[in-house]
């Protein structure tokens, strides 16, 4: 599954300000979809660390009209918000998915509004909003912690009411993450795996991966040249056992990925996992993209 970016925001790390007026935003759009996408995310509101929040009145008012016309193009949407006031709103214009980054802390009404609409929910591990999540980065063993972590984000959907094959969950790379923790995440992925969900991994253009590839100098390569990176963490995480990955740069993935699938989708070796509970059971951090 290949998730394409679209914020409709004037102040995402990556694309702010860009597809901020409806007519650019719906042809992004089409675009992220003619490329490979299989789905289109759209965001209203910036969660890089230190932003500020904006009202659902707004987020609303720049998301929905964008949605409803993809949606009415037969294009599947989901929606990046952790409010349930939005959810609901573009879930009724025709919204196929809530991609939450709070996974559901930000907002306790948001399982009502999954469970009532019978859609499929991203959980995202997350500990904070943007201007405290610098300050959450602490773990013991961030592979372990983070599956905990989630593990109680899904248990408390399942208790609300979600059924369990409308779960999926994501690491959140990037959210309360040092760029050592993304790393880690990446390395052992598959223990988030065995958590018995689909996985959702998103890597794309993130600042880890600019200081990863920085020049002599130590500047770190700028947010538009780290697509190659992209492209490999994602193939990387596929291989891993990743149900999808969310991406700015569609159609270099989609291709990356149908050349994995024609050698016969190799996997990586798999590391010992920490237990499989199924389906029922600024220096230092990193950017968290949207």
């Known amino acids: 599954m290949v998730m394409g970016v679209l914020n409709v925001t004037p102040d995402s790390f990556s694309d702010g300000g860009r597809y901020a007026d409806l007519d650019a935003a719906v042809a992004h759009g089409v675009r992220l979809r003619a490329a490979g996408a299989d789905l289109i995310d759209v965001g209203g509101e910036s969660t890089r660390p230190g932003a500020d929040r904006v009202d659902a009145e707004t987020e609303i008012a720049r998301v929905l009209p964008v949605i409803r016309e993809l949606s009415a193009a037969g294009i599947p949407v989901s929606i990046d918000t952790s409010r349930a006031r939005v959810a609901e709103a573009v879930l009724a214009v025709g919204a196929d998915v809530v991609n939450d ?22 959980l995202m591990h997350w500990r904070g909003h943007s201007r405290e999540m610098r300050d959450l980065a602490r773990y013991t063993d961030v592979v372990a912690d983070v599956r905990a972590e989630l593990s109680r984000r899904v248990d408390e959907a399942l208790a609300a009411g979600v059924a369990a094959d409308r779960i999926i969950v994501d ?55 780290r697509e190659a990176a992209t492209v490999a963490t994602s193939v990387l995480a596929v291989a891993a056992g990743a149900w999808g990955v969310r991406v700015h ?42």
Do not use: I, Q
Request: hydrophobic share 40%; with cysteine; aromatic share 6%.
């Open 249 to 290: 740069d569609v159609r270099a993935t989609a291709d990356a990925l149908a050349v994995w699938r024609a050698t016969g989708r190799p996997r990586l070796a798999r590391p010992a996992a920490a237990g499989n509970r199924g389906p029922t059971g600024r220096s230092s951090t990193d950017e968290g993209d949207r």
């Open 101 to 122: 980054v709070s996974g559901g802390l930000a907002d306790p009404d948001m399982a009502r509004v999954v469970r009532d609409a019978g859609c499929p929910w991203v």
């Open 171 to 225: 690491p959140g790379l990037g959210f309360a993450k040092t760029a050592a923790h993304n790393w880690e995440l990446s390395a052992r992925l598959p223990e988030l795996v065995d958590l018995g969900f689909p996985l959702l991994f998103g890597s794309s253009r993130k600042s880890y991966l600019g200081r990863l590839l920085a020049d002599p100098d130590g500047n770190p390569r700028p947010t538009a040249e």
